[in-house]
């Protein structure tokens, strides 16, 4: 089994910052891709960006330019930077980590940005 605990939402202003952290812990194998999802109210959860292992990135067109995500595979943890925060952001953000066949969800961390 693997646990993840995410950190860092909170309420802020348009076109500030927040620093998303997520640390995973239990079984976690040496190949994986961690990742942060959103789901705002009334709609669907989506994916806001993902990394590899090896550093390999994907992110959703709406946060190109704006969020930069990255890892710490000694600390099993990931991270989302996120800056010029928008009210559109506004969501529960949650954590990801696929391996092997499995998927792992974090229980979420709320972001609201307000204008």
């Known amino acids: 089994q693997v646990q993840l605990v995410e950190s860092g939402g909170g309420l802020v202003q348009a076109g500030g910052s927040l620093r998303l952290s997520c640390v995973a812990s239990?079984?976690?194998?040496?190949?994986?891709?961690m990742g942060w999802y959103r789901q705002a109210p009334g709609k669907q959860r989506e994916l806001v960006a993902s990394i590899t292992r090896s550093g390999s990135t994907n992110y959703a067109d709406s946060v190109k330019g704006r969020f930069t995500i990255s890892r710490d595979n000694a600390l099993n943890t990931v991270y989302l930077q996120m800056n010029s925060l928008k009210p559109e952001d506004t969501a529960v953000y949650y954590c990801k980590l696929s391996q092997i066949w499995n998927e792992y969800w974090g229980r979420g961390t709320q972001v609201t940005v307000s204008s």
């Open positions: 239990g079984s976690i194998f040496s190949t994986n891709t």
